[in-house]
C-alpha cells in the first residue's frame, strides 16, 4: 500500500511560488538550448522549399507561436474551470498569468503569418481559417485581461475572467469550423498557408522549435504567477519573507 | 408598479408556481421595456441609419450593393442588440430585483432563459421585420431576403444569450460598454459567417448554414442559460 | 553568390525572414522586461499602482 498523493500539496501560494522558482531557470535555459539548436537546424541545415525557397523559414517561428497561442488559451480555459469548481484562488491566478504569454504568442503568429505571406502570396493578411481564428483569438485574450483589470474586487474579478474564458473556449472550434466553411464557399480567399505535409527534416526542426517554445512558455508563466502571488499574498507572512529577502539583495 | 412589486408577487411553491414564475419574470421584462420604449426605438433606429449609411459609403452600384447587403444587415443588428445589451440588466440589479431573483427557491438558468429571450426578442424581432424594407436599398430579392431573416431569426438565441452572458459579466463595471463590445463582437463571428453566407447561395448550401445555426441555438439554449446564471450570481454577490 | 550569401538574404526575402525573427526576439524580451518591471514595483512600499500593467490592486 503506497502514500496516497497529495494533489492540493501545491495548491498553497508558498509552496507553489517555491516550485515555480526552483523549476524556472531551468526551463528558460532549456528554452535557450532548444531554440539554438532548433534555429540552426531550420535555418541553415534544413533544405530549400521548392516552391517558396527560403523565405519558408519564417514558419519555425510562427507554427510554434499559433500552436502555443491555442495551447495557452486551453490551458487557461482549463485551469478557469478548476477554479470555478474547486473555488481555488491558485488557479485563477495561473489562468490570469498564462493570458498575457498567451496573447503575445498569438501576436507573434499574426505578426510572422502577415510576414511570411507577403513575399509568398503576395498579400500582408488572408482570410483563411487559421489567422481569421488567430486576430480572434487575440481578441479573446484582450477581453480576458480587460475584464479582470475592470473588476474591482480580485475574486470577482477571478470568477468573471474564468466564466468568460470557458464560454470562449467552448466557442473558438466553433469559430474556426465556420472560418474554414466559409473559406470553401469563397474560393478566392483559399490562398495561404494551408496544411502543407512538410520534408523530414523540416518537421523535426520545427517540433524541436516547438518543444523551446512550450519550455520558454512554462518559464515566462512560472515567472509572471510568481509576481501574482507576490502581489495577491502580500500580507501573508511567507510573502513578506520572501518581499524582505529580495530587498536585502536588490 | 415597478418591476420588483410585480415579482414580489410570484408564489413560493410547487411546479405550477415555477410557471407562474417565468411568466412573472416574461411580464415583469416586458413592463420595464415598455417603459423604456424609447430606448428601444432607439437602438431600432440605430439599425436603420446604420444599414441606410452603407450604400452612402460604398457608392451606388447595385452590384455590390446586392453583394454587401446581408453582411451589413447582419453586423447593423448585431451592434444594434450590442447597443441595448448594458439595459437587460442594469435597472433590475440597481433596484434589487436581480437579487431576488437569486434568492428565489427557482432555477435561476430558466429564470434568466425567459428573461433573456424577451429582451432578445424585444431587439432583434422588430430589426427582421424591417428587413423587407431593407430589402429595397439593396436589392434583395425575395428568395434573398427569406434566407435574410430566417438565419436572423435562427441566429437570436446564440446572439442573446452570449450578449447577455457578457452584459451580466460586466455589470457594474467601470467603462462596461466599451468592454461589453470587445468580449461580445468576437463571439458572435459563426453567426456572421454563416448567417449573412446562406443569403445567395445555392439551396443545399442554404438548409446546410441555417441548420448549423439551427444547431447552434439548441446547444446554446441548453448550455448557455447556466453560464448567465452564474454570471449574474457573481454580479449579485461578489 | 556562395550559399552562406544566399542564405544571409534568403534568396532575397532576408528582409522579411530576419525581420520575423528579430520582432519576435524582441516581444520576447520585452515580456521579460515587463516582468522584470512588475517585480521591481513590488518592492516599493505598497503605493498606487496604476502605472503596471493588467495587475490589479488588490
Known amino acids: 500500500m503506497g502514500t496516497r498523493v497529495n494533489w492540493f500539496y501545491f495548491a498553497a501560494p508558498s509552496r507553489c511560488y517555491r516550485l515555480a522558482q526552483r523549476l524556472q531557470p531551468w526551463l528558460l535555459a532549456a528554452a535557450l538550448v532548444l531554440a539554438a539548436w532548433g534555429l540552426y537546424w531550420g535555418l541553415w541545415l534544413a533544405p530549400t522549399d521548392a516552391q517558396q525557397g527560403e523565405v519558408y523559414r519564417i514558419v519555425f517561428v510562427h507554427v510554434p507561436a499559433a500552436w502555443m497561442s491555442m495551447v495557452i488559451y486551453l490551458a487557461m480555459a482549463g485551469w478557469a474551470a478548476v477554479g470555478l469548481v474547486w473555488r481555488s484562488r491558485l488557479s485563477h491566478m495561473m489562468a490570469q498569468a498564462l493570458a498575457p504569454t498567451g496573447a503575445l504568442m498569438t501576436f507573434v503568429a499574426l505578426w510572422t503569418g502577415a510576414l511570411w505571406g507577403q513575399p509568398t502570396w503576395g498579400t500582408w493578411w488572408v482570410w483563411d481559417a487559421r489567422l481569421t481564428s488567430e486576430l480572434l483569438l487575440l481578441f479573446l485574450y484582450l477581453g480576458y485581461m480587460a475584464l479582470h483589470a475592470s473588476i474591482e474586487d480580485v475574486d470577482r474579478a477571478d470568477r468573471a475572467a474564468s466564466l468568460l474564458a470557458i464560454v470562449g473556449a467552448i466557442n473558438v472550434p466553433v469559430i474556426y469550423f465556420s472560418v474554414v466553411w466559409w473559406?470553401?464557399?469563397?474560393?478566392?480567399?483559399?490562398?495561404?498557408?494551408?496544411?502543407?505535409?512538410?520534408?523530414?527534416?523540416?518537421?523535426?526542426?520545427?517540433?524541436?522549435?516547438?518543444?523551446?517554445?512550450?519550455?520558454?512558455?512554462l518559464a515566462a508563466v512560472l515567472a509572471r504567477l510568481r509576481v501574482i502571488l507576490l502581489k495577491r499574498e502580500r500580507h501573508t507572512a511567507w510573502a513578506t519573507r520572501v518581499l524582505q529577502a529580495q530587498e536585502t539583495n536588490a | 408598479m415597478t418591476a420588483s412589486v410585480v415579482w414580489a408577487g410570484a408564489p413560493t411553491r410547487g411546479a405550477r408556481s415555477a410557471w407562474r414564475a417565468l411568466a412573472v419574470v416574461w411580464r415583469a421584462t416586458m413592463l420595464s421595456q415598455w417603459r423604456q420604449r424609447a430606448d428601444l426605438a432607439a437602438a431600432w433606429c440605430f439599425f436603420l441609419v446604420v444599414v441606410a449609411l452603407f450604400p452612402l459609403a460604398v457608392g451606388p452600384e447595385p452590384q455590390l450593393l446586392q453583394r454587401m447587403g446581408p453582411g451589413v444587415i447582419w453586423v447593423a443588428a448585431v451592434l444594434a442588440t450590442l447597443g441595448s445589451l448594458p439595459r437587460w440588466f442594469q435597472d433590475d440589479w440597481q433596484d434589487g430585483t436581480l437579487e431576488q431573483m437569486v434568492l428565489s427557491p427557482y432555477p435561476l438558468p430558466l429564470l434568466m432563459l425567459v428573461k433573456v429571450a424577451t429582451h432578445g426578442a424585444l431587439a432583434l424581432l422588430p430589426l427582421v421585420a424591417l428587413c423587407p424594407v431593407l430589402a429595397l436599398p439593396y436589392g434583395l430579392g425575395a428568395e434573398a431576403l427569406g434566407v435574410l431573416m430566417a438565419g436572423l431569426v435562427l441566429g437570436l438565441p446564440v446572439l442573446s444569450l452570449l450578449g447577455a452572458v457578457a452584459a451580466a459579466l460586466v455589470l457594474g463595471v467601470r467603462s462596461g460598454a466599451v468592454l461589453l463590445?470587445?468580449?461580445?463582437?468576437?463571439?458572435?463571428?459563426?453567426?456572421?459567417?454563416?448567417?449573412?453566407?446562406?443569403?445567395?447561395?445555392?439551396?443545399?448550401?442554404?438548409?446546410?448554414?441555417?441548420?448549423?445555426?439551427?444547431?447552434?441555438?439548441l446547444l446554446a439554449v441548453v448550455g448557455l442559460p447556466w453560464a448567465v446564471a452564474s454570471a449574474v450570481r457573481l454580479a449579485v454577490e461578489g | 553568390m556562395t550559399t552562406f550569401e544566399v542564405w544571409l538574404t534568403m534568396g532575397g526575402k532576408g528582409w522579411y525572414v530576419w525581420g520575423a525573427l528579430g520582432m519576435t526576439l524582441l516581444a520576447l524580451l520585452a515580456e521579460w522586461w515587463v516582468l522584470r518591471l512588475q517585480r521591481r514595483a513590488l518592492l516599493r512600499p505598497s503605493q498606487d499602482d496604476t502605472w503596471d500593467m493588467g495587475l490589479e490592486s488588490s
Open chain 1, 183 to 217: 473559406n470553401t464557399l469563397h474560393q478566392g480567399a483559399s490562398i495561404g498557408p494551408s496544411g502543407s505535409s512538410m520534408a523530414e527534416p523540416m518537421l523535426r526542426a520545427l517540433l524541436v522549435m516547438v518543444a523551446a517554445a512550450w519550455c520558454y512558455t
Open chain 2, 181 to 217: 463590445a470587445l468580449l461580445v463582437l468576437p463571439l458572435t463571428v459563426p453567426l456572421l459567417v454563416l448567417g449573412a453566407g446562406a443569403v445567395g447561395q445555392p439551396a443545399e448550401v442554404v438548409t446546410a448554414h441555417l441548420s448549423l445555426m439551427a444547431a447552434m441555438a
